[in-house]
């Protein structure tokens, strides 16, 4: 069994402002880095494996943060870690889109799946990046041995437990279709900033929730 830690990143100032920021590139605010550094604390002692970050920088700057108590892990990017694109949307509020483009703003929140902010991404292009993501970084350690053999003896390997730096719209995937199987719950669930949801794989594959 494969722990996984899929932790959101601290907040920015402009999510604090309520702004849209898919793909901008944005740094933690000055709380955001508070939050970064307690939820680095609480991890601390947790013996982890790997850790891997959204390229974008309050990904990062949240992973550094929670690196500092695990000096010999280096953190791992990927861009298939980011956050929903949002186009001409990214740095507007809901009610700035609202007031601009109002029609599109409903059909994008009615149906996701299929329509796209414009010059944006569907939640078919999130998808894919999330299944790309874990294909080639989370499901080799799901798949592994468990145990191995030296001499008579027989032990157990330790059972790993990866942190995944990443944003809003891909824990609401992680829930919506690893956990619940169902695309149509993606907008059921929500984590806030600084905060994780924990998920255990097995080597069949199956997700489930599962605690530290």
Known sequence: MVKVIWLRHAVTAENLAKQYIGHYDAPLSNKGVSQAQQVAKFLANQPLTAIFSSDLMRAKETAAIVAEFHPT???????DLREVFFGEWEGLTYQEIERM??????????????????GGEKLLELQKRLEQFVNKEISPYCTQTKCYSSGAEERLQKEPILLVVTHGGMLRLVSALLLENDPGRYFDSSIGHGQFLVTCCGEDGEWETCNL
């Open 73 to 79: 892990l280096p953190v791992q990017t990927s861009s």
């Open 101 to 118: 483009d109002r029609e599109r703003i409903y059909q994008f929140y009615d149906n996701p799946w299929n329509v796209a902010p414009p």
